[in-house]
């Protein structure tokens, strides 16, 4: 493989020396060389904020998520290629699917994300605040893209995700990236940045690859960049009180290695389901990546009366892990990324063994399938017992990154939220029980103290994605030890990388910074329906004011015959003593309905299909004899793509659906959604 390369203005270039040494996890051997020297940090970090942040925040949010799609399809075409060389660095074919698709994966979901956007290079966020009694002074909150770069310094276990999962993040925000994987495995992690770069699809400026050093990259940021942290805490806590993040104030998210744990119930037994469930999900916890996950379990907790039978399932399970070089058939356990490793990991587990004992797993006395145990970096699954873990604590502080767990007794669940604390935060914490009772009293006990809570039992266990698995819509992050930072969580994460800002004006102001109908804006009326006109004609704001009907005793009838609904309210005028109502009332979906065919426009146009009702609400009772009418205002468009080249080109159009009585005031309130045609089909 030689030197690897980083990525830097815009080119590939070499370290300026020899640089460090990278080694084959499994056979030890020496597979490339890396260094940074020579790189200008600063000149990088202006790049990006130049040349990339401008090209990505030209970009709409559909635009960025349509990027992100083909980027993941592109890489999903070279997938192989990258199983091939993940294997140097310990993996099994289990451990590299988590790691590669894994990590195509979130680009595949944040992709996705775009639909919750809007289609403009900004966003708004929440609901508008009204800020004065007629409606003539309201708030929102506009969100941007930050002008600066994201500087993400990734740890060594997940080359390939643990990059991914991040830029698809900021590059949906509009916001350009550097990339600084652990040098340990980052010939993987160039290997993937080269492709990516090879495709073309990011815009130039979007992404750029420190394999070497990053030692002296924040002495150049400023206020508008993030700075985005993952690995062991010590390191994440020097990282964090840099004088400079300090002093610009610059966004740091750390998501460091914790203490996670896994609860059985005291509701289980060895003869539920759930008790197999809670071997095997601890099992794979500690032989997965052999061990070296931030989410990996490190405590096992364990009703007391249940120690002995989960020592010997666990002990048995176990047992049947076979050791080696992942590519010989039947290997389920591979290395650990490198002898460095190995070596910091047996010093954890000498620290460990002074207040507690190994119960299963001898490091010297274990067998390796198709490799060399002395070359390669390879250890048993480890597992403690500790009987008196309020007292010997070393295994709530002392983390051994690998295949190390601690298997530790409670008494009362309240004990077990006790333990759970003990590791002063962690990214997650799992509870296997069947008895809701008890899922519930963990969960809000424990939560406060834990960045996610996975409860199995017997219904989801086929489907769960596991103890270890972060999911792309949901934060991955936790407090305390595990660094108080959020990563991924969809929109949320999203948000990480735009400034939010509070905008006050008129209803009509607002509406023209936002592009989206503000209530109370200034309206367009046009001779035409608004159903006749194609995507591209339709203007924000835009209004029919429809006809207006008047209820009747028949309307409210016909509706209730139709949908069966013979509410009180509607039909049984005698039923109304003690409530709000002092008449019969229509019913609301019949007002809607109703609006319905004030609206539409019968006759076949751009309108392909109406897609949708969002934030519907009955605002005021409407007694027979009222009248109704529509303001019907063209609110938000959406253009999507087309899914090939017989695809219809269209949008989607969000409408303001406001129904009004004979007073004036709102009765009803909705936002419908159609499809549109749009007139130029390129």
């Not at 050093?213 to 993030?226: C, F, K, M, P, T």
């Not at 005291?266 to 997965?288: A, C, G, H, N, Y």
């Not at 005031?665 to 089909?681: G, S, Y």
Request: charged share 20%.
């Amino acid at each position: 493989m030689g030197k690897l390369q980083n990525y830097a203005l815009g080119q590939w270039v070499a370290g300026a020396d020899n640089g460090q040494e990278l080694y084959n996890a499994i056979t030890g051997e020496v597979v490339a060389t890396t260094s940074s020297k020579g790189l200008d940090f600063a000149k990088m970090c202006e790049y990006a904020r130049t040349v990339g942040g401008p090209r990505l925040r030209r970009l709409t949010f559909q635009q960025r998520g349509l990027m992100l799609k083909a980027l993941a399809l592109h890489l999903q075409s070279k997938k192989e290629d990258f199983y091939k060389l993940s294997w140097a660095t310990g993996a099994t074919r289990s451990d590299s699917w988590v790691d590669i698709e894994g990590g195509i994966g979130n680009l595949f979901t944040y992709a996705s994300l775009r639909r919750q956007f809007p289609d403009e290079t900004y966003c708004y966020d929440g609901d508008v605040a009204r800020l004065s009694k007629n409606n003539t002074f309201i708030g929102h909150h506009i969100c941007v893209p930050k002008e600066g770069v994201a500087i993400h310094i990734n740890a060594f276990n997940f080359p390939v995700w643990g990059m991914l999962e991040k830029v698809a993040v900021n590059w949906l925000a509009g916001v350009p990236a550097i990339v600084k994987p652990a040098a340990l495995t980052s010939f993987l992690t160039e290997a993937v940045v080269q492709e990516i770069i090879a495709s073309k699809i990011l815009p130039e400026g979007a992404l750029q690859l420190i394999c070497g050093s990053a030692n002296g990259i924040l002495d150049h940021v400023e206020s508008q960049d993030v700075v985005t942290f993952t690995g062991s805490a010590s390191t994440g806590k020097m990282l964090k009180s840099h004088p400079r993040l300090l002093q610009e104030a610059v966004h740091f998210n750390m998501e460091a290695d914790s203490l996670n744990c896994c609860v059985l119930g005291t509701d289980v037994t060895p003869s539920m389901p759930e008790f197999d469930i809670f071997i095997k999900e601890v099992s794979r916890e500690i032989t997965t990546k052999a061990g070296q996950k931030c989410t990996a379990v490190r405590r096992i907790i364990v009703p007391e009366n249940m120690i002995e039978d989960v020592q010997i399932a666990l002990g048995k399970r176990l047992a049947q892990n076979v050791i080696g070089d992942p590519n010989v058939e039947g290997v389920r356990m591979g290395s650990l990324a490198g002898h460095s490793q190995l070596i910091e990991v047996k010093e954890k587990v000498e620290l460990l063994s002074k207040t507690q004992k190994i119960i299963i797993g001898n490091f010297e006395n274990f067998e390796v399938k198709g490799a060399d145990k002395k070359k390669g970096a390879f250890m048993p699954p480890i597992i403690f017992l500790n009987d008196k873990p309020f007292t010997n604590t070393d295994c709530h502080n002392v983390e051994a990154f690998g295949p190390v767990s601690t298997l530790m007794p409670y008494k009362t669940i309240d004990e077990a939220i006790e333990l759970s604390k003990m590791g002063r935060g962690s990214l997650v914490s799992s509870i296997i029980t069947a008895d809701n009772a008890i899922a519930r009293k963990y969960t809000i006990g424990a939560a406060c103290m834990h960045g996610r809570i996975l409860v199995l039992n017997n219904e989801c266990a086929k489907e769960s994605t596991g103890h270890g698995s972060p999911m792309p819509m949901l934060v991955h992050g936790g407090p305390g030890r595990a660094g108080g930072g959020e990563e991924m969580g969809g929109k949320r994460g999203v948000f990480h990388y735009l400034q939010r800002t509070a905008i006050q004006g008129s209803p009509s102001t607002i509406t023209a910074i936002l592009n989206q109908y503000q209530q109370g804006a200034a309206q367009i009326e046009k001779d035409i329906h608004p159903f006749r006109q194609y995507f591209e004609d339709l203007e924000i704001g835009e209004t029919l004011i429809t006809a207006k009907h008047t209820i009747t005793d028949a309307d409210v009838a016909n509706f209730a015959n139709v949908s069966g609904d013979h509410f009180y309210a509607h039909t049984d005028v005698t039923a109304l003593d003690g409530t709000m109502f002092t008449g019969r009332v229509a019913h609301g979906y019949y007002i809607l309905s109703k609006a319905a065919g004030l609206f539409v426009n019968a006759k076949k146009g751009p309108v392909l299909l109406n897609y949708g009702i969002d934030e519907c609400r009955f605002t005021k009772p409407v007694y027979m004899g009222s009248t109704i009418g529509v303001r019907f205002t063209c609110k938000e468009k959406i253009q999507q793509e087309k899914k090939n080249a017989d695809d219809i080109a269209k949008g989607i159009v969000k409408w303001l659906v406001d129904v009004y009585d004979e007073t004036g005031e709102t009765v009803a309130i909705a936002t419908i959604l159609t499809m549109v045609k749009m007139r130029n089909q390129d």
